[in-house]
């Protein structure tokens, strides 16, 4: 098969870790005999920098054009005293929107080589830490009206009926597929959007008798996502509570740096990103995690190009890494050895095999 990939390098950490990825998936190509051909994309600081405006319409243009987006990351304190609408995640924002993905999906799944790297209590961490969560990506707070008048600044979070249904199904689908347990998180209990939110999830409900449905509040599963894990299959959330709980849950399975993410909307073409963010600070040093973009590499062919034993193998050799006793500096533990970025991506490229 060939396909069309729009990279995404990004800002900070972001060239390094996708060069990483990039290796791995032309070695994909080589064993299951694709062509993946790329397509360079100027998005974020870099696109602020050369063109002043952080996703030129050419640019978001090359994406939609794709068969898929993979991403770095973007952003960093160089473009921090960027007006609002001009900074680097605007860019991304403006990306997801223009895609149409409204739905984000972020596993927090623990390695059982990293089990010594989450923050937990041991007996925590072994009742099991398997969960996903769905996040609505394209509304709420992130896309209502932002304003500052005077000494007053204005955030403006809205959900219609539809925008809730099509999450919601998402949520559903992805427990129909698991251990059937959906659980829908909000804060009901102060806003109306959260209201409807549970009222619109209770409806569809219906539709899916053979999930069970539960309902939590935002503020108790942050509580809860460190208690008991082990008790969450699938949740499902809006923007800005998936974006707080998801750093939350990477953090309990070790590192955000291992965390993938999917964002689908209505067509096959998709944008796959870590969930960590450009790291400015550890930018050029050759000591980030390319995982998470490896990871996020793997559920493009998954989910977008339906090669599932192509991602099995890219999961795989991501495993036999670990199994090595290999880690980069944000895994790294006594009597592991410590590797860098690139002798990362070159091991899990050079242990794909096809089974
Ligand atoms: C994420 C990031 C983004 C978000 C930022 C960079 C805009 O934190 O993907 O989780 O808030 O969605
Ligand atoms: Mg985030």
């Known amino acids: 098969m060939t396909k069309n990939i729009a990279v995404i390098r990004g800002d900070g950490i972001g060239p390094e870790i996708v060069a990483e990825a990039l290796k791995v998936l032309d070695k994909v190509g080589e064993i299951f005999g694709h062509t993946f051909n790329y ?16 996703l030129p319409e050419s640019e978001l243009q090359k994406c939609l054009k794709s068969d898929s987006v993979l991403l770095g990351a973007v952003g960093g304190e160089k473009w921090n005293n ?4 001009k900074r680097p995640e605007k860019g991304l924002l403006r990306l997801r929107a223009g895609m ?4 984000n999906n972020r596993p927090a799944k623990i390695w059982k080589q990293l089990s010594d790297a989450s923050p937990l209590r041991k ?23 932002h304003k500052t008048v005077d000494d007053t600044a204005t955030d403006v979070l809205s959900y219609s009926e539809s925008e809730i249904e099509r999450i919601g199904r998402i949520g559903f689908e992805t427990a129909r597929k698991r251990n059937k347990k959906l659980c829908s998180v909000e804060k009901s209990n102060v806003l109306d959007s959260s209201r409807l939110w549970k009222k619109v999830m209770h409806r569809l409900a219906e539709e899916y008798t053979d999930v069970e449905l539960s309902d939590m ?8 996502i460190v208690k008991n894990p082990a008790q969450f299959d699938v949740i499902v959330t809006e923007n800005m509570f998936g974006d707080i709980l998801s750093d939350e849950a990477s953090m309990i399975t070790g590192s955000i740096g291992m965390i993938p993410s999917s964002s689908l909307g209505a067509t096959s073409c998709g944008l796959y990103e870590p969930i960590h963010g450009s790291a400015p600070d550890i930018a050029g040093k050759n000591i980030a995690n390319p995982i998470g973009t490896i990871l996020s590499a793997a559920m493009m062919l998954r ?18 890494f670990l199994d090595a ?11 592991k050895t410590q590797v860098g970025c690139s002798e990362c991506g070159e091991f899990i490229a050079k242990n794909l095999k096809r089974e």
């Not at 397509?39 to 952080?54: E, R, S």
């Not at 149409?100 to 739905?103: E, F, L």
């Not at 509040?217 to 809860?224: E, I």
């Open 303 to 320: 989910y977008s190009f339906d090669m599932g034993k192509e991602a099995d193998a890219i999961e795989n050799a991501v495993s036999a």
């Open 123 to 145: 007996e925590i961490v072994e009742k099991g830490i398997d969960f996903i969560i769905v996040r609505e990506l394209i509304g709420g707070i992130y896309f209502g009206e």
């Open 100 to 103: 149409g993905v409204y739905s």
């Open 217 to 224: 509040l935002v503020d108790n599963c942050a509580m809860q």
């Open 82 to 85: 960027v007006p609002g609408d």
């Open 39 to 54: 397509t360079d994309v100027d998005m974020g600081g870099c696109a602020i920098d050369k063109y002043g405006d952080p």
């Open 325 to 335: 006793d290999l880690r980069t500096a944000d895994i790294m533990s006594e009597g």
